[in-house]
């Protein structure tokens, strides 16, 4: 079962909230989040109310029961049965509490999730680039997680507290109002175990960077492991992670001990409550039956207090999520002043694209015929791949459609297949030529024993390819991608001359090259004789020299002189 | 624990007393408070005991983990020198599977004792109360606790996949985070959000599998009371019906039971968890009692070694096959031994292959011409690593003080002296403004200054062999001379092998390999080479440009 969009609307879910939910403050998020889901929540909270008016029935039946112990009462009709269906519906209604609760709490999770996907998918890099890896998977995995925790299950135990209350208080007060003050020892021990919980927060927060600190010194450890052990220091290392480990467990030591003194309380606080209770009951000349029912509000009244500390834990950090999430849904969403700069530094006209692009001191006039192969050169170091990927920004910000293969592309931890067509519909003409561009980039050896080789998985970043075969395979994905320009940085490293010059020649008679600009960098000779344009880079003046498939001068003798300094290329 | 078994007897017939007597005195007061108050100390001081023999247990455990795993050798594989494990493993090992056992404590797991003796002593309590009642509430009581244990082992099956597909989502977060930048420079339909929203979708349907066991476990776990109650009144006898004071010691017995007994389940779950983290973890410690330390007797090099590498091949980065062939030679210690030749020409392979990067390879190296070491041999290659050091632009500089860095320890002996030494003869140092307590960003480093602070090591933690790969470009005057004059430092006490491309140390080298595809094609003193070597002569020609 997939939980598609049509069934999750049949749960409340409204699609002409899409993609708003995140722009929203976090109250009115909230709001809309109930009425969202209203009759979930409805639901939850009249199995709120059935529930703690079933619950307190508890101490009046048992009032009943110890009055006819006294002597001064009649036994109740059929008291077993009573109990039994009691507890029926308090197993029916706690479940169906927490069940309401829970459930839109999920899905809304789940939404949000999507929804940042998206807009993270869509804005343009320059927009989160302040985000590293790490922190967009905090937002992505723990944030919305602790949000999900927050609206869950805190949510519920405010409404458990406000309905316990709402129920309890009239019928204590109906019994004898007197009784209120023998719960401040239970309250107030509930109180300083909250406090002492908040107290020794700070050594918990301690200990996790205590931790994080052991972390850093096994990171560290493991990549220093060779030159470690090639002066046999070993015990040094051990030694400061022991020194490490003791730190942290140390603050965890005081951090629990906030929790060792303070939990047991509630136990006191309770058992000092029905003391007080039963001071109280014998001068306004009570009966132990009175005393029984006073303790078994007091049981009743426990467990929603004791939720109370934890409230607060999820809620601050809750909140903290949501700050988070907000900060990063507000970038992604926010024109970076760079992209509108960029718009203005690329002219598109019906056959060229004309770019202007800052190169070191100077700035680079370009035109770039359309359909046509163009190459960069220049020495290892003088910005080749910048410009390309300036030249994509530029693109991007234009709205023209482009497909960029980097230095070192990355690859999804998924099939081939899915690698190269990137959610794309899998036509069978689209499959044909994504096979046979395989075989043209010699990647159809991969698949051995006869397997699919569209099935094969890549692994975490491509790590079961040699980067080689990476490289190739990202070559493949930008020419599937049906994008106007190709971008490729440094495209045939990996290949030797001969299937070089196969893959050109092949592609520029292909129907799906044809009308497509292409733009590459290389160090190789053999790829410029193959492009229709050319251009020598020099960080110092700029263009050194423009060319075409025969080079003449300053661009001939590069080549000539790299030759010398490197026989292999 | 023996106190509070004590105390979970005397509860019931205090209790009993003070319901009888609560009208008549304050005695029964002060008992029962004075027991509450004790049972509060008891719990505290339990707990923290606890606690600390926790914190011990854990640091050892880790201590031990960690221990283990440094001290196994590295494994030679087709890469090169490397650890068994991937570093995510490590990780695992040494911390999250510890980490389980502290899971154990915050969910104060290991007052799963005290519930236990807590349970029991109501149990007594209730047959000393009265036998039949007893024993019915002692049955069902029992009945109840073997059927939440039950339902937290479904759980934790639901649980287990519930863990499996968090798993998963993490993964496929992780992936489709890093690969955002790549998707936002090729058109596609929308990738990442359609996986995402598969994956979200398959965590949703287990989560919302696990929060119906979950709401479910806890509402029967409620619904105990009533029952309990239910049941008092069919076992209780109709003769003792007077008993005011019994039947309110048992409510208030089964109320203070249940608690313990809901938790009991929960805890067990708990503790069942730390037991796989704890599995995991002996696993790994199991793994390497089999494995034994290389060879320890420290083999010393007091004169000469001679250096014989038959053959070698592997695959260059960019998937070309490359190949190492009958290299030969002799050197002494206190020489300087320049390797030159033009790039790819395979000097800084053979320098890797000296300092036992690349693993094994077809050949021997002669020490004082007495140790005849093997180079297949993977005792033999880690007799060689001991001997010998290699400072390259990847030598490993730690994110901590320059003494830690160069001594790899803190406080050591003879450390103060020896940076005022290096300090006199490198006045760079003093330019570049570090002192031994100096904290180091490695960021912020350059290759030169990395290559520098990795030499110093070299040079404190003396090694009879020092291999230097030196940085080709990009220094400054000043760190240039510093690297220069650090090589000629290390020269008096050691045998040195530097891969050069200035034509100061080539002309300060006491001899020369030349090597030309793989194979060395000329050696000697450079006075000599400059006469009998064509390539030598077009080299320095080269650099001269």
Not at chain 1, 46 to 70: C, F, G, I, N, W
Not at chain 1, 477 to 491: F, G, K, M, N, T
Not at chain 1, 509 to 525: K, N, V
Not at chain 2, 288 to 300: D, P, Q, S
């Amino acid at each position: 079962m997939r939980f598609s969009l049509t069934w999750l609307a049949a749960q409340g879910y409204r699609d002409d909230l899409m993609s708003t939910r995140l722009k929203r403050r976090f109250i009115p998020w909230l709001i809309a989040h109930f009425f969202e889901f209203w009759y979930w929540y409805l639901g939850a909270f009249a199995s709120l109310y059935v529930l703690h008016r079933l619950q307190t029935e508890l101490p009046a039946q048992v009032k009943l029961l110890t009055d006819v112990a006294e002597g001064s009462g009649e036994m109740p009709a059929a008291p077993v049965q009573t109990f039994m269906l009691i507890a029926l519906g308090i197993l029916v209604f706690r479940t169906l509490s927490r069940l309401l609760f829970f459930t839109p709490a999920r899905f809304q999770q789940k939404i949000l999730r999507t929804e940042m996907l998206q807009e993270m998918e869509k804005a343009p890099p320059a927009r989160y680039a302040n985000w590293n890896d790490g922190q967009l998977y905090q937002v992505l995995f723990n944030d919305f997680n602790n949000l999900r925790a927050f609206v869950g299950f805190a949510l519920l135990q405010l409404g458990n507290v406000i309905v316990a209350a709402f129920v309890m208080i009239p019928r204590l007060n109906q019994a004898d109002s007197n009784l209120w003050v023998a719960f401040i020892p239970m309250g107030a021990s509930v109180l300083i175990f909250s406090t002492l919980v908040a107290a020794f927060q700070k050594y918990a927060k301690a200990a996790l960077d205590a931790q994080g600190q052991v972390q850093n010194h096994v990171i560290e450890s493991y990549a220093a492991k060779a030159t470690v052990k090639n002066y046999h220091r070993e015990t040094t290392f051990i030694e400061r992670f022991n020194e490490l480990s003791w730190l942290e467990m140390g603050f965890f030591f005081k951090s629990s001990v906030g929790f060792a003194l303070g939990f047991p309380l509630i136990r006191l606080g309770l058992g000092l409550s029905l003391l007080w209770g039963a001071l109280i009951v014998r001068q306004n000349g009570g009966g132990t039956s009175d005393l029984v029912f006073f303790a078994g509000y007091l049981f009743l009244m426990l467990e929603p207090l004791m939720f109370l500390s934890w409230m607060a834990v999820v809620t601050s950090q809750g909140l903290a999520a949501w700050k988070r999430v907000k900060n990063l849904h507000t970038e992604l969403r926010t024109l970076n002043p760079d992209e509108s700069q960029w718009k203005s530094e690329i002219k598109v006209s019906e056959n060229a694209f004309e770019f202007s692009l800052p190169y070191w001191d100077t700035t680079l006039a370009l035109r770039l015929a359309k359909a046509q192969w163009f190459v960069i050169c220049g020495e290892t170091g003088s910005g080749k791949s910048e410009i390309l990927k300036k030249m994509g920004h530029r693109l991007a910000a234009r709205e023209i459609s482009f497909s960029m293969v980097q230095q070192e592309p990355y690859l999804f931890n998924d099939t081939i297949e899915a690698n190269i067509f990137l959610g794309k519909e899998k036509t069978p003409q689209l499959e044909l030529e994504a096979r046979s561009l395989l075989k043209l980039f010699g990647l159809d050896l991969l698949a051995l024993n006869g397997e699919d080789i569209l099935t094969i998985e890549v692994g975490e970043n491509g790590k079961r390819l040699s980067g080689g075969q990476a490289k190739r395979l990202s070559l493949v994905r930008s020419l599937l991608s049906q994008a106007e320009v190709i971008l490729w940085d440094d495209p045939f490293s990996s290949v030797d001359i001969v299937l070089e010059r196969k893959i050109i020649t092949q592609l520029k008679e292909s129907s799906l090259c044809r009308g497509r600009t292409f733009i590459l960098t290389s160090h190789r000779l053999t790829t410029v004789k193959m492009c229709d344009q050319s251009m020598l880079l020099d960080p110092k003046v700029g263009i050194k020299a423009m060319g075409d498939k025969e080079l003449k001068g300053v661009f001939l003798e590069f080549f000539q002189e790299q030759m010398v300094a490197n026989p292999s290329t | 624990m023996v106190i509070t078994g004590a105390i979970g007897l005397l509860l019931p017939s205090m209790t009993e007393n003070f319901y009888n007597d609560f009208k008549n005195g304050n005695t029964a007061f002060y008992y029962l408070a004075g027991l509450f108050v004790a049972e509060y100390i008891n719990r505290v001081g339990y707990q923290i005991s606890v606690y600390r023999f926790v914190q011990e247990l854990l640091v050892q455990t880790r201590s031990k983990t960690f221990g283990l795993w440094m001290k196994a050798p590295l494994k030679v594989k087709r890469k090169g020198m490397e650890d068994e494990f991937p570093l995510g493993e490590v990780l695992a090992r040494v911390m999250t599977d510890s980490d389980s056992v502290k899971e154990l404590v915050t969910s104060g797991a290991f007052a799963i004792v005290i519930d236990f003796i807590f349970i029991l002593s109501s149990l007594i309590g209730f047959l000393r109360l009265n036998a039949s009642v007893g024993i019915g509430l002692f049955a069902l009581e029992v009945v109840a606790c073997v059927l939440l244990v039950w339902g937290s082992r479904k759980m934790g099956v639901v649980f287990t996949e519930v863990r499996k597909v968090t798993g998963l989502l993490s993964r496929v977060v992780a992936d489709v985070t890093k690969g955002l930048r790549e998707l936002a420079f090729t058109p596609h339909a929308q990738y990442a959000s359609r996986r995402g929203d598969a994956v979200f979708d398959d965590f949703l349907k287990k989560q919302l599998k696990s929060n119906v066991w979950d709401a479910g476990y806890y509402s029967a776990a409620e619904s105990l009371y009533p029952i309990l109650l239910a049941a008092v009144l069919v076992f209780f006898p109709e003769g003792q019906m007077g008993r005011m004071a019994l039947l309110a010691v048992l409510i208030d017995l089964i109320q203070k039971s249940i608690s313990p007994i809901k938790e009991v389940a929960g805890k067990i779950s708990s503790i069942q968890r730390a037991r796989t983290g704890l599995d995991r973890i002996m696993d790994f410690h199991q793994h390497f009692a089999g494995t034994k330390e290389l060879h320890r007797t420290v083999l010393e090099m007091k004169s000469s070694m001679e250096v014989k590498v038959n053959h070698f091949s592997y695959q260059r980065a960019d998937e070309t096959a490359f190949e190492l062939r009958d290299i030969h030679f002799k050197a002494q210690t206190g020489e300087l031994v320049g390797i030159i030749g033009m790039s790819g020409c395979g000097k800084s392979t053979l320098l890797r292959l000296l300092s036992g990067q690349h693993g094994s390879f077809s050949g021997s190296v002669l020490v004082d011409g007495t140790h005849e070491l093997q180079a297949q041999n993977e005792q033999d290659l880690g007799q060689l690593c001991q001997l010998v050091s290699l400072v390259s632009q990847d030598s490993h500089v730690f994110s901590s003080s320059v003494e830690f860095n160069i001594a790899l320890e803190l406080n050591v002996p003879g450390f103060k002296e020896f940076w005022v030494n290096a300090q006199k003869a490198l006045p760079y140092l003093g330019r570049w403004g570090i002192g031994p307590d100096t904290l180091i960003d490695v960021k912020s480093l350059s290759l030169g200054q990395k290559q520098l602070l990795s030499g110093l090591r070299a040079c404190f933690l003396r090694k009879p062999i020092v291999l230097f790969d030196e940085v080709s470009s990009g220094l400054d005057p000043d760190l240039e001379k510093a690297l220069r004059d650090l090589v000629l430092i290390v020269q008096r006490h050691s045998l040195t092998i530097i891969v050069t491309h200035r034509l100061e140390t080539i002309l300060s080298a006491t001899k020369l390999l030349v090597m030309k595809e793989g194979r060395l094609v000329d050696s000697g003193v450079p006075s000599e080479l400059m006469h009998s070597s064509d390539l030598f002569q077009e080299f320095i020609e080269h650099l001269k440009n």
